[in-house]
């Protein structure tokens, strides 16, 4: 990861030099501090507006270099539609187009932080500044020869605000926020030789720095507490199988705490029952629902969230071996409940099934919620904007609906219902890993509301949104660090004593 883009807060007041970024709605109106900080632009922007076709819609450029009768060497403007009900995703969006107009050379560039009705509020410039930091990511550890033409960002961006100790103030949560989102990004997109089940629970215990109590599950613990069938998935790799445990208490003493849950399978061959050789390597990405929970711990500790949380999650690699895991095997949960193995590649519940029973049981949590890149199937139904989302609780469930709706980390509710259940009937054992073809999602769903014991749960699935996503204005890197900003929202607006 490379952070090259540096932000900061300056007042609202001339831009003399470098880049200037100013906001217009769609009938080309600049707010008044704006245009008195360009010397008056508001004809020269009506007139390129028209030479240009720009016309102001939410989220278009008009860019125009060394700019007539004002001192700047190039003036960005952006438009913002009808200019009412924005949302966070919006400010972000907005710090995003921005940013992918800037260039690898150093650049000085002042963003007028107004709208046409007035100033940004500091939630909004906070937006926008995360926004700027989002796009800038890239994951280039591994190019030991740089372009210039590969996309790279350098820039100091001021951020000219009404009230700089305020945005710094909004800001502060929220760079912890996109430090989170990035932990997650930079995760997903390791190379699963460097990022198996054991370098991964290291880089979870590397959270204790920000007072996360980190605890390791290695096989034998695992086995003492009869995890059978998160073992019997990692039984054919040479590498390890891991449950990392995190518990972060920002809340009142002794107050139940909310559970995150993450699928971590850090290479996923499919096993005995292994996957076409065709984009193979995407499974390095198997692990996104682990890497949200770790981004996510990141982003409410670092920030001194005022809630209790949990993160747990199931690190094994699915490997096919002389001692892989066969189809026809009968593995016994921790929950004491079998499972017939019909395909060794549907082995993300498998690992689910006994994490979601260990904390259900353990912590006895407010609610837990699992993310896993679990089914292509959801991929089919949802396609990449969306991630799949099952409830057993609506309240719950529309809490997550409203978090996605704000922050674009969106989710659509699919269903749940016993009549289900007879798909995953098993001949030889209480059920059986796959459901069939059909409802693929669901079935998944449905298997794992049988390891939640009674508690109001959420299952995301994210195969769609954490990798190989389409870019986005905040988002050009191949893992997406999908779902930190949506959890964050969540435990933010619903879960957090507010002082
Ligand atoms: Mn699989
Ligand atoms: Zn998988």
Redesign the pocket.
């Given at each position: 990861m490379s952070d090259t883009v540096k932000v900061g807060f300056v007042p609202l007041s001339t831009a003399s030099r470098g880049i200037a970024v100013a906001f217009c709605d769609d009938s080309l109106r600049l707010g008044a501090a704006t245009d008195k900080a360009l010397g008056g632009a508001s004809d020269l922007i009506k007139r390129a507006a028209a030479a240009a076709r720009f016309k102001g819609k939410d989220g278009a450029v008009l860019d125009l270099l060394a700019p007539e009768g004002i001192k700047i060497q190039r003036l960005i403007v952006i438009g913002t539609g009808k200019g009412s009900d924005h949302k966070e995703k919006d400010f972000l969006k907005y710090g995003g187009v921005l940013t992918g107009k800037l260039n690898a050379g150093t650049e000085a560039v002042t963003v007028l932080a107004e709208l046409p009705a007035g100033p940004m509020t500091p939630d909004q410039v906070s937006s926008l500044a995360a926004g700027i930091r989002l796009r800038a990511y890239q994951f280039d550890r591994y190019k030991t020869k740089k372009k210039d033409d590969d996309g790279s960002v350098s820039a100091t961006v001021s951020i000219a605000v009404s009230d700089v100790a305020a945005a710094k103030k909004a800001f502060a949560p929220r760079t912890h926020v996109t430090d989170g989102v990035i932990l997650a990004r930079d995760l997903v997109n390791e190379p699963p030789n460097v990022l198996y089940p054991e370098e991964f629970a290291k880089r979870a215990a590397a959270l204790r720095k920000l007072g996360v109590t980190v605890e390791i599950l290695d096989v034998p613990a695992m086995k003492k507490l009869g995890m059978g069938a998160l073992l019997g998935v990692g039984q054919g790799s040479a590498r390890p199988s891991r449950t990392v445990v995190m518990r972060y208490n920002g809340g009142k003493k002794g107050e139940q705490p909310v559970a995150f849950i993450g699928?971590g399978?850090c290479f996923?061959t499919g096993g005995i029952s292994i996957k076409p050789a065709g984009s193979m390597e995407d499974?390095k990405g198997?692990m996104g629902g682990a890497a949200c929970v770790v981004g996510l711990m990141h982003a409410l500790a670092a920030r001194k969230a005022k809630a209790n949380v949990i993160g747990a999650i199931g690190l094994v690699e699915?490997m096919p071996d002389g001692n892989a895991q066969r189809p026809g095997d009968i593995v016994t949960s921790m929950s004491g409940q079998t499972i017939e193995i019909i395909n060794t590649?549907a082995?993300?519940r498998l690992v689910l099934a006994d994490v979601l029973w260990y904390v259900a049981t353990k912590f006895k949590p407010k609610f837990m919620i699992d993310l896993a890149?679990?089914t292509g199937a959801i991929m089919v139904a949802l396609g990449t904007e969306h991630a799949g989302l099952f409830a057993n609780d609506d309240d719950l469930a529309d809490k997550l609906i409203k978090a996605g709706q704000e922050t674009g980390e969106k989710v659509w509710r699919m269903p749940l219902g016993s009549e289900y259940d007879k798909l995953i009937d098993s001949q030889f054992a209480d059920m059986k890993n796959t459901g069939g073809r059909h409802g693929g999602s669901i079935t998944a769903a449905q298997f794992l509301q049988r390891f939640v014991d009674g508690t109001p749960w959420a299952h995301l699935d994210i195969a769609g949104t954490a990798m190989g996503a389409p870019k986005s204005e905040i988002n050009q890197s191949w893992g997406s660090g999908y779902g930190v900003r949506l959890l964050d929202r969540l435990v933010w607006d619903s879960y957090e004593a507010k002082a």
């Amino acid at each position: 990861m490379s952070d090259t883009v540096k932000v900061g807060f300056v007042p609202l007041s001339t831009a003399s030099r470098g880049i200037a970024v100013a906001f217009c709605d769609d009938s080309l109106r600049l707010g008044a501090a704006t245009d008195k900080a360009l010397g008056g632009a508001s004809d020269l922007i009506k007139r390129a507006a028209a030479a240009a076709r720009f016309k102001g819609k939410d989220g278009a450029v008009l860019d125009l270099l060394a700019p007539e009768g004002i001192k700047i060497q190039r003036l960005i403007v952006i438009g913002t539609g009808k200019g009412s009900d924005h949302k966070e995703k919006d400010f972000l969006k907005y710090g995003g187009v921005l940013t992918g107009k800037l260039n690898a050379g150093t650049e000085a560039v002042t963003v007028l932080a107004e709208l046409p009705a007035g100033p940004m509020t500091p939630d909004q410039v906070s937006s926008l500044a995360a926004g700027i930091r989002l796009r800038a990511y890239q994951f280039d550890r591994y190019k030991t020869k740089k372009k210039d033409d590969d996309g790279s960002v350098s820039a100091t961006v001021s951020i000219a605000v009404s009230d700089v100790a305020a945005a710094k103030k909004a800001f502060a949560p929220r760079t912890h926020v996109t430090d989170g989102v990035i932990l997650a990004r930079d995760l997903v997109n390791e190379p699963p030789n460097v990022l198996y089940p054991e370098e991964f629970a290291k880089r979870a215990a590397a959270l204790r720095k920000l007072g996360v109590t980190v605890e390791i599950l290695d096989v034998p613990a695992m086995k003492k507490l009869g995890m059978g069938a998160l073992l019997g998935v990692g039984q054919g790799s040479a590498r390890p199988s891991r449950t990392v445990v995190m518990r972060y208490n920002g809340g009142k003493k002794g107050e139940q705490p909310v559970a995150f849950i993450g699928k971590g399978v850090c290479f996923d061959t499919g096993g005995i029952s292994i996957k076409p050789a065709g984009s193979m390597e995407d499974m390095k990405g198997d692990m996104g629902g682990a890497a949200c929970v770790v981004g996510l711990m990141h982003a409410l500790a670092a920030r001194k969230a005022k809630a209790n949380v949990i993160g747990a999650i199931g690190l094994v690699e699915n490997m096919p071996d002389g001692n892989a895991q066969r189809p026809g095997d009968i593995v016994t949960s921790m929950s004491g409940q079998t499972i017939e193995i019909i395909n060794t590649d549907a082995e993300g519940r498998l690992v689910l099934a006994d994490v979601l029973w260990y904390v259900a049981t353990k912590f006895k949590p407010k609610f837990m919620i699992d993310l896993a890149t679990l089914t292509g199937a959801i991929m089919v139904a949802l396609g990449t904007e969306h991630a799949g989302l099952f409830a057993n609780d609506d309240d719950l469930a529309d809490k997550l609906i409203k978090a996605g709706q704000e922050t674009g980390e969106k989710v659509w509710r699919m269903p749940l219902g016993s009549e289900y259940d007879k798909l995953i009937d098993s001949q030889f054992a209480d059920m059986k890993n796959t459901g069939g073809r059909h409802g693929g999602s669901i079935t998944a769903a449905q298997f794992l509301q049988r390891f939640v014991d009674g508690t109001p749960w959420a299952h995301l699935d994210i195969a769609g949104t954490a990798m190989g996503a389409p870019k986005s204005e905040i988002n050009q890197s191949w893992g997406s660090g999908y779902g930190v900003r949506l959890l964050d929202r969540l435990v933010w607006d619903s879960y957090e004593a507010k002082a």
